[in-house]
């Protein structure tokens, strides 16, 4: 009998990430205004600028905290409302109410995705932003977002935490809002424990972010724009905003830089890998007649690192003894409505405004199963993780069956 995969360790650190470290290490060099120029985090968001085709990069200490400055430099008055998706991570809503705005939950259907109507309903005049968490790497209909919220000139947030690579319309997810938010916390394509990045063409929101990231006096100077030239639009925001800002101290360290850097040139293999390993996995899961992986939309080219999927038919007992089951066959299987004080489940989110039933959003987090499919995994682990599913929801369905014979 085969083993059950590791599916929670990640990928190695490429070993060129040594070399840099230790002279980190033998330097002290660790804070990243130390270096008059260059420093590991500087030339990091000069690269993740240039890879992603965006004029200024920001890296900080969480996708969170990036989330959170996005919307302090977007100078939103107290008390806005800011719409997000009803199914997300805690850290979404926590961030819409630590920058003093209201988050405004909007139904999700039951392939994970934005439901159109809701946000269309919810988008009213006094909305101040729009985050659009890219859940588990699904994305909503960017193009539908898009038209409605230029139209009210309402600014769109990406939460692209884990969607690095993902592609709409075979452009870049993170570079359709205004601003791009991503991750570096262990669960995402790149990983150094804990980071996260934001991205934006506008030099007004990028010269606002960085100061009140924590560059405080002059250490603005030291940001590079892609071409390594510090642009006068932005030095002009600079001086614009000098002195006038809170500073809330969130800096990426050197050494996570240092972490982060050797990864990017294996961002297009793990992104292959993992959409290859998934579409293979959704593939075995879709022949079961109890599990259902909603396919993604029409102009989504996704970048997978785990698999979501529906139970079809199954009452709440029936969910619970199925996660027994598969896990019994080797596979655990989070279901995100099941278990005590999921942090994605809207209903654990008590330090926001009570948001009504949400009934699509709750239907969905009762039957949506989450299992992490790590890029690195080969065949056989990923045909040991579809057979623990289907057979999983077999033996439940079975036994069904006979006790009702
Ligand atoms: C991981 C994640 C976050 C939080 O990222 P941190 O870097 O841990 O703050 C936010 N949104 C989504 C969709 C995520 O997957």
Not at 21 to 29: F, N, P, Q
Not at 30 to 56: I, N
Not at 101 to 124: E, G, H, S, W
Not at 251 to 274: F, K, M, Y
């Amino acid at each position: 009998m085969s083993l059950a995969p590791n599916v929670y360790d990640a990928e190695p650190i490429p070993d060129a990430a040594r070399a840099e470290i230790d002279r980190l290490l033998a330097s002290g060099d660790l804070f990243r205004y130390t270096a008059p120029s260059d420093a590991p985090v500087a030339l990091l968001e000069a690269e993740f600028a240039e890879l992603m085709g965006a004029k200024y990069a920001l890296a900080v200490a969480s996708c969170s905290a990036a989330l959170f400055l996005s919307l302090k430099a977007l100078d939103l008055p107290r008390d806005s409302k800011v719409l997000i998706p009803a199914f997300t991570f805690a850290a979404v809503p926590s961030s819409v109410v630590h920058a003093d705005c209201v988050p405004v939950l909007v139904d999700v259907t039951a392939n994970y995705r934005i439901d159109m109507q809701d946000f269309k309903a919810k988008l009213t005049q006094d909305v101040g932003a729009v985050i659009i968490s890219h859940m588990r790497g699904h994305t909503s209909d960017m193009d539908a977002i898009m038209t409605l919220c230029e139209a009210q000139n309402i600014p769109v947030i990406e939460d692209a935490a884990h969607s690095l690579g993902t592609l709409w319309h075979g452009k870049k997810i993170g570079t359709i809002g205004k601003i791009g938010c991503f991750s570096f916390q262990s669960y995402k394509m790149l990983n150094a424990g804990e980071g996260g990045i934001m991205i934006t063409n506008d030099p007004e929101i990028a010269a606002r972010a960085v100061i009140m990231s924590g560059a405080y006096e002059h250490n603005w100077k030291k940001h590079k724009t892609p071409r390594g030239e510090n642009s006068s639009e932005l030095a002009d925001a600079f001086a614009r905003w000098q002195n006038k800002l809170p500073l809330y101290n969130t800096r990426l360290s050197n050494l996570s830089a240092a972490i982060i850097r050797p990864q990017l040139p294996e961002l297009t293999r793990r992104v292959t890998d993992g959409l290859r390993n998934h579409d293979y996995v959704a593939g075995l899961l879709n022949q079961s007649p109890w599990l259902d992986v909603p396919p993604p939309l029409e102009p989504e080219t996704r970048a997978p690192d785990s698999i979501q999927f529906n139970l079809v038919g199954f009452s709440d007992e029936e969910t619970i003894a199925f996660q027994l089951a598969a896990k019994k066959r080797g596979v655990s299987v989070q279901v995100f409505g099941l278990s005590e004080d999921n942090a994605r489940a809207f209903w654990n989110w008590q330090f926001i405004p009570d948001q009504g039933p949400l009934p699509q959003t709750r239907d969905m987090l009762m039957r949506a199963c989450d299992t992490r499919l790590p890029v690195r995994l080969k065949r056989p682990e990923l045909e040991f993780i579809a057979a623990a599913l289907v057979d999983g929801a077999a033996d439940v369905k079975d036994a069904a069956k006979t006790s009702a014979a």
